[in-house]
């Protein structure tokens, strides 16, 4: 077997071959020689042995990254808590996988929240967590963004549409139902599929019940509170629902509104509704 040459390879250059990246892969699994390592001179069992070294390094470094930035999501002046060994042991398991920045980052705000208020996070939304991609969670942050708290809810709903249900209105309508075009604003239904297949977001939509046309009602955003009020009794809304999994993500993520989809918004919902910011 011939020793693999990665060193003229750049990890971070992006515009480098096919094979030239796969031949970067050969670090992974012991096929590249290093210091005073050449794998062509090394039985299997010691590139197996070589190769488990490395792994075991790797993920002592995710967990030290991990606890570094856990250390800055915990405040001195507040109580901590000592850990369930069962879930501290589980946390770690699974946390020394996770090499991404921004997804160990996620991981020690979990930590840091756990330490001093347990019992948020379980391990099922840990062990979904360990499979969700970046790009997943980059979908799971903007249908967030674009999700509302109604009144004093405290679970998030990503609404979809709204409707006439009843009324004599709805035989004037050419249509009776308002899409609020969630793809038009970067969430296309096959985001809503990967949200689903990850298991954050239930497949069917919900319909809220019919709202009052005598009170206000609150949509609560990340950064930003719509006052709504129905101008007649027969309105309801239609919304994707997280799933109690990414209920518990949705702790997690710090997600921007996008105020282009509000003022949409604002203005499809001014037809039937009086709002104001």
């Not at 507040?78 to 020394?96: C, H, I, N, S």
């Not at 609560?220 to 999994?245: C, E, G």
């Not at 702790?251 to 910011?277: E, H, Y």
Request: aromatic share 10%.
């Amino acid at each position: 077997m011939a020793d693999i040459d990665v060193t003229e390879i750049q990890d971070d250059n992006t515009q480098v071959s096919a094979r030239k990246k796969t031949l970067l892969l050969g670090r992974i699994i012991g096929l590249a020689s290093e210091d005073d390592y050449r794998p062509s001179t090394a039985s299997v069992a010691e590139r197996a042995q070589y190769r488990q070294r490395k792994q075991l390094s790797q993920h002592q470094t995710n967990l030290e990254s991990i606890f570094a930035l856990a250390l800055n999501y915990t405040p001195s002046d507040v109580t901590g808590v000592e850990l369930d060994p069962d879930w501290r042991y589980q946390f770690f398991k699974m946390a020394e996988q996770i090499h991404n920045r921004k997804m160990q980052d996620l991981w020690a705000r979990i930590l840091a929240s756990e330490i001093i208020n347990p019992g948020n996070f379980s391990l099922r939304t840990l062990a979904l967590l360990t499979q969700l991609t970046f790009r997943e969670a980059q979908i799971f942050e903007k249908a967030l963004g674009m999700s509302v708290k109604i009144n004093t809810e405290p679970r998030f709903k990503l609404l979809s549409s709204y409707r006439i249900n009843g009324g004599i209105k709805q035989y004037f309508r050419k249509h009776t139902q308002t899409n609020f075009g969630l793809s038009q604003f970067g969430l296309p239904y096959s985001s809503i599929l990967t949200l689903v297949d990850a298991g954050i977001l239930h497949k069917s939509e919900f319909e809220t019940g019919l709202l009052s046309s005598n009170e206000n009602i609150q949509l609560a955003m990340s950064n930003t509170t719509l006052t709504i009020k129905p101008k007649d009794q027969h309105l309801l809304f239609t919304y994707y629902r997280f799933t109690s999994v990414g209920d518990e993500l949705c702790q997690l993520i710090q997600a921007k509104n996008d105020n282009d989809f509000i003022d949409a918004v604002k203005v499809m919902l001014a037809k039937d509704f009086i709002v104001s910011s």
